[in-house]
């Protein structure tokens, strides 16, 4: 088969690679039917995060199964399925407790912008997708696969709640998904931090009441503006520099919480203040499983089109030209299509 | 009247002071029926925390209301009342949201271990005692001026719900507090970790269902031991040195929430670790005001009894040496009656 493979900074090529076999009676093998370009594959792309040797890469799909292990219930051959970014049996303790990105039997996937996909612990990861779901239902069911629910999970750890005002901070793919989370758990007020025009456009289409494009004390001013002077009852953090985690502390008010969802590149965090105010602080990688059944009953009726994040796709065979899109922001995130 | 006055380390004096008088509408004048020694009172006592010249000390009480400044409502001279160990107005846009200890109008007490004591905000921070108590509630009563109270903002921090797993890390007089909220908040198991005999029996009043008297990886091995092996769904951070926040982030499963509450003495937090288990970090000063009426009840009707951590009871005049008992732990909490 062929699939994506990392060489370096800006070389990502699309290359024959062994086809995926079962190895383990858990697994299954998945044909891919679409597949993604993550904000986080650019810290590679990027140079930011070292590439040792040329290394398969993507960790989102959607697709059918083609064969599973001796093992593997509650999917079959044909089925259509999305699973998660991280893999997870969904039975060991920590699973059961919801919690299945830190999952006791986790296991990553060998490159996942590939025709086909070995998913481990397949019992636990993959979802089936009812009926043959409307070709235009195809983005948003790929978006489950990680970005909508790391959005909604920023909106849960920030405790989004009916009547609250919710700051997102980023506008990336997984902030403007935060955006719509927000505006389905029930915000009153949804502020999304923004400053490119095309991003804007798409958080209003999500729910956005209030869009500010400051940063830094301006952008805090914005906020206390928009809150009686004191700072958003919920703030979701969706990039992790150490200027958007600073962005988010200030933007909470005393009693607040901050739910972080962008891998942290942080020095550290300002505990004392954040003690003397009472700002609250959770998140982390999505447990993705615990939110698929909910988040794609939500996709099916038309609740919610995470989709519109896509705003370019390309055959599989473009992948290269699919991280340039986004590295260049000429593109929120670039669907695959093998 | 006399009062407190420490003057450096090891130096409590029992001293005359100037009358409090009524200086803003809002003040009230509160003569003392019972005071305390705070665990953070030591700091100073201790030098580790200087003391620049002789500072008025105290922030915990227990009174009659003798005069009221002309905006005061809701309280009358005569009236028995308790306050918390920061003053709030309960009107303030953060105050409306509960989070009474970060109110935009707080203002620190001039010392409460004395005869008198001016109380500002005092229409938002006085809570009247119904009927007259029965002298053996003085001590509880007193206790819901920050301990108790204290102690129940790291079990709301933390997430205790009915049938969860809560450890609580120290046994001073608010983790013992603490260990009392997680049973009074319904956990299942209520883990105390200390290593006195003393604090372990009221540990075991109070509704611990174990004690791990271990620390370090040993105490984080017994913690797993209870909780297949994942850690708890709840810590309750009641030390605040890196010890102890130490002990807190690692007792804790992956997706549970450490709350805080010890004034935090650390360099900084394992973010990364935190991110990728999901670890919340919540609490910090007690928003006293904001439990007042729910545990003023739960004293009134006895179904609970956090004086038992007043363990030494003195006249006021015998200050220092409440200080030195609590310092060489000859006493969880002294008393102090005028
Ligand atoms: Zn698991
Ligand atoms: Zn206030």
Redesign the interface.
């Known amino acids: 088969m062929f699939g994506a493979m990392i060489h370096g900074e800006h070389d990502v090529r699309f290359e024959e690679r062994p086809d995926p076999v079962i190895e383990e009676p858990t697994d299954a093998v998945v044909r891919t039917v679409a597949t993604c370009v993550c904000g986080s594959d650019l810290w590679r792309y990027r140079g930011i995060a070292p590439v040792d040797s040329p290394t398969p890469i993507g960790h989102e799909y959607v697709g059918v199964v083609e064969e599973i292990g001796s093992q593997v219930t509650g999917v079959r051959p044909g089925d259509l399925v999305v699973g998660g970014f991280t893999t997870s049996d969904n039975t060991c303790?920590?699973c059961r407790?919801?919690?299945q990105?830190?999952c006791?039997h986790a296991a990553d996937y060998d490159g996942c912008q590939a025709q086909y996909i070995r998913v481990m612990n397949a019992s636990g990861t993959l979802v089936t997708i009812p009926d043959t779901p409307d070709t235009a239902l195809m983005p948003s069911l790929l978006a489950l696969s990680d970005v909508m629910c790391t959005g909604w999970h920023a909106a849960v750890?920030a405790g989004v709640e009916p009547g609250c005002t919710a700051v997102v901070v980023g506008d990336g793919a997984v902030g403007l998904c935060a955006v719509l989370a927000a505006q389905q758990l029930g915000a009153e007020k949804v502020i999304a931090m923004s400053r490119h025009a095309d991003r804007q456009a798409i958080a209003r289409q999500f729910g956005a009441t209030h869009i500010i494009p400051e940063r830094g004390d301006e952008g805090v001013a914005r906020v206390r503006d928009l809150t009686?002077?004191?700072g958003a009852?919920a703030v979701l953090e969706c990039v992790g520099t150490a200027d958007s985690v600073d962005q988010a502390l200030r933007s909470v008010?005393?009693?607040?919480?901050v739910g972080?969802v962008g891998?942290?590149h942080?020095e550290?965090?300002p505990?004392?203040r954040?003690?003397?105010?009472?700002?609250?602080?959770?998140?982390?990688?999505a447990?993705v499983r615990a939110y698929l059944d909910d988040l794609l009953a939500r996709v099916m009726d038309g609740r919610i089109d995470p989709g519109r994040v896509f705003t370019l796709t390309l055959p599989l065979s473009q992948v290269a030209e699919g991280y340039a899109a986004m590295d260049e922001r000429r593109t929120v995130k670039t669907m695959l299509i093998p």
């Open positions: 303790p920590v407790k919801g919690m990105s830190a006791l750890s009686d002077g004191i009852d008010r005393p009693g607040g919480q972080w891998v942290p942080v550290g965090l505990l004392g954040m003690f003397r105010r009472n700002i609250g602080l959770r998140g982390g990688i447990p």
